[in-house]
């Protein structure tokens, strides 16, 4: 099992992260972190865990995407859990996935907790069967076979909020099934470059318009434009309203 961590100037986030994963009831795990040439103070907390980490690189990248097929490039596990600065994993998350894997399976997720700056919190499923109409699958609960990766390659490094979307849809038309498992395996904070919701649904488009034909892009499109609509027209999101308390 190899782990591997992407990092860009996150000093106040990088720790909870690493801890983590050397902390995993599954102890055996190579860990990677994969820094884009921080410059906050972020190394310097990378460094006091040094010992528990397997590979350290730290230079400047292409974003995240350029980050994650780095760590990939280097992995020597038989499965990949790629988890961010901003997100963490609870205590036995590579654990359950294991458990709950076969010989069989190539690509598992789970569910995510979703946190939001004002403390708001949601329990987020990965749902498989919506894969078409945009990232329903959690990626920070997700683990896939190095094999995978090998086969259907790495994360497209021109996209900066949909990558994952396009890698799990090249999975899927590899003919590799996606397992759901209904376990909690990981924290993330929404604040993060993904919060850029008219940009994530362009990128969405574009990466439907690549991997998906005839209804079932059709289908797809009519669903990315009426999510845009609802986003712009209807939708309050929960972790950015700023919650108004009683003075005490």
Not at 54 to 82: C, M, Q, R, Y
Not at 203 to 211: D, Y
């Amino acid at each position: 099992m190899t782990i591997v961590t992407t990092v860009l100037n996150a000093v106040s986030t990088i720790e909870q992260t690493i801890v983590s994963v050397i902390n995993q009831t599954y102890k055996n795990i190579e860990y990677i972190v994969i820094d884009g040439g921080s410059t906050d103070g972020t190394l310097q907390v990378i460094e006091k865990y040094r010992d528990n980490i397997s590979v350290i690189v730290s230079e400047p990248d292409k974003g995240i995407a350029d980050g994650f097929n780095k760590g990939i490039a280097l992995a020597t596990g038989d499965w990949i859990g790629l988890v961010n600065a901003d997100d963490w994993y609870t205590p036995n998350a590579v654990e359950l996935m294991m458990a709950n894997t076969n010989a069989g399976d190539n690509v598992c997720c789970g569910n995510l907790l979703l946190i939001g700056q004002n403390g708001f919190q949601r329990i987020k499923k990965s749902k498989v069967s919506w894969l078409n109409y945009g990232m329903y699958i959690m990626h920070p609960t997700c683990f896939v076979r190095n094999s995978v990766y090998k086969r259907v390659g790495g994360y497209d490094t021109t996209l900066k909020i949909a990558m994952d979307f396009d890698l799990f849809l090249r999975i899927k038309r590899a003919g590799y099934s996606i397992k759901y498992v209904d376990e909690h395996i990981t924290c993330m904070r929404t604040f993060g470059v993904s919060n850029d919701v008219q940009k994530m649904h362009r990128e969405e488009l574009a990466v439907m318009k690549r991997n998906l034909n005839g209804f079932n892009f059709v289908l797809s499109g009519m669903f990315n434009y009426l999510n845009k609509l609802r986003w712009r027209l209807w939708y309050n999101d929960p972790f950015r309203e700023v919650k108004i308390t009683a003075a005490s």
